[in-house]
């Protein structure tokens, strides 16, 4: 099992991915990067899926960067196999939306890779930190450019000079998670809302990641034209006319995610 360093399935409309280095705390490696880009690219890809989950296990969601695989690494090594970028990054073309669900460690890249996905949910055990300065390194797949957007200047350079380590409910209150719940429920919590926005219409929710992504890439008017843009492509979607007539007639809407 622990030859595996993910466990893919599905749940109704829900991709789900389990990390599974328990031994390393899913230390992230790039074996264990490369089968997680391949499976969330195979699920962005199948129209019978409409939001997918990366967990991990009860102790930890990822304890950052493989340090054994790093440690002996050279300049060369990372720079000509562009080291973070070549598999890392993948996360970033899927379209669809992806929720983390974080018990336990979600440190160094293993919070990164949290930050890299739309929605957090933490268990009340999840804990938060960079700490790659202990290590004489550095946050290196986007922790001091997401964290700051996400909590702020003052947050994140606390998080990334100190290496302090916030609780769930810090992390909640300082807006790094959606949501947090009891460590029992996480899984089953998680799934329920992936399961919620799975049921919508998929190319609203497609609509919706990019244009609140692009909040972060553009200036406000050039993302304000971008949402409106994407406000008057949903008149296109078939999905759109059904899910306004089905609110009128007070019915349920059936959505064909198109
Ligand atoms: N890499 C490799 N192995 C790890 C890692 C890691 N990041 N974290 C834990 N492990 C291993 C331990 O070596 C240990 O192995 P063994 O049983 O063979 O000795 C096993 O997992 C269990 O760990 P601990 O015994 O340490 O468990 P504890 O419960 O005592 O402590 C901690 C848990 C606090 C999470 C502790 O393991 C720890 O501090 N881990 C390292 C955390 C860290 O520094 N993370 C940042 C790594 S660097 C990084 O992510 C970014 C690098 C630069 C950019 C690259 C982009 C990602």
């Known amino acids: 099992m622990t030859d595996t360093p993910i466990l893919v399935s599905t749940a109704g409309r829900v991709g789900l991915i389990r990390l599974n280095r328990p ?23 199948d129209p019978a899926i409409g ?7 009860d102790k930890a969601f990822a304890a950052g960067a493989d340090i054994a695989a790093m440690a002996d690494y050279g300049y060369m090594d990372v720079y000509g196999s562009d080291f973070i970028t070549r598999n890392w990054e993948t996360i970033r073309q899927v379209r669809k939306p992806v929720l983390a669900a974080v ?6 890249g293993g919070c ?9 949910v933490a ?32 947050k994140a350079m606390d998080m990334c000079l100190s290496a302090r380590m916030l609780d769930a409910q810090e992390a909640d209150r300082y807006g790094l998670v959606s949501r947090v719940v009891p460590d029992a429920e996480l899984f089953e919590r998680t799934l329920a809302l992936a399961t919620q926005i799975a049921g919508y ?11 609140v992504n692009r909040a972060w ?3 406000l008017a050039e993302g304000i034209l971008f949402e409106r843009r994407e406000l008057h ?26």
């Open 23 to 45: 031994a390393q705390l899913n230390a992230l490696n790039d074996a264990l990067m490369d089968a997680l880009g391949a499976a969330l690219l195979a699920f962005d890809a």
């Open 51 to 57: 939001a997918i989950v990366i967990t991990g296990s």
């Open 103 to 108: 018990a336990g460690f979600a440190m160094g």
């Open 112 to 120: 990164e890779l949290a930050l890299s996905c739309d929605i957090i």
């Open 123 to 154: 268990a009340e055990s999840a804990r938060f930190a960079l700490p790659e300065i202990k290590l004489a390194m550095m946050p290196g797949a986007g922790g001091t450019q997401r964290l700051p957007r996400a909590v702020g200047k003052a």
């Open 201 to 211: 219409s998929l190319p609203a929710l497609l609509a919706i990641k990019e244009s």
């Open 217 to 219: 890439e553009s200036s």
């Open 233 to 258: 492509a949903r008149f296109a979607s078939a999905d759109a006319k059904e899910g306004m007539h089905a609110f009128l007639d007070k019915r349920k809407p059936a959505f064909q995610h198109r």
